[in-house]
């Protein structure tokens, strides 16, 4: 009995993967890391009341890939990590309520192989896309080329503060 149930549950965990690993996104979102980057933003921007498609953003990640922020608070720093589901979860509609917008402001790029990170500086406004700016910052990705397409492996992000502001090389 012991000996069914565990193959039962692998076989139920081997399913879960090779399900999570079937996810699509549209070929063009994930061809380049200049478009899987940019889909992301375009995914999560939109006007207020329109409702996000977080499972078109889910299917920019790998299967258990984690977001996270470095935030401010005083003199210190903290980081939050978390799934991509419960990122979309939790923001997919706070994006719908707000009316948000993230733009690029600036992409590098550094890649060896199928191993890739990108550093995206940003800015988000509210309400409106030629609205105020609202907040600036950077994202980092961590991508990999599989499957014949990129995947977002990690991201991170942190907002500019008053003691770090963005330096001019990272606005171009």
Known sequence: MKKHLLTLLLCCGLCHVLLAQQITAPQADVASIEAITAAGLKIISGP???????????????????????????????VRLTTVENFA??????????????NQLALRIKRFGNLATAFQTYETRTGSPTGKVEDRGVNTYQLVYDQGRWWIASLLFTPETEKAPLPEKYLK
């Open 89 to 102: 979860e939790r923001n997919g509609p706070a994006y719908a309520n707000l009316g948000f917008y993230e």
């Open 48 to 78: 207020k009341g329109q409702q996000r498609d977080m499972e078109a953003f889910k299917a920019l990640f790998l299967p258990g890939a984690q977001m996270g922020g470095v935030f401010y608070k005083g003199d210190s720093s903290f």
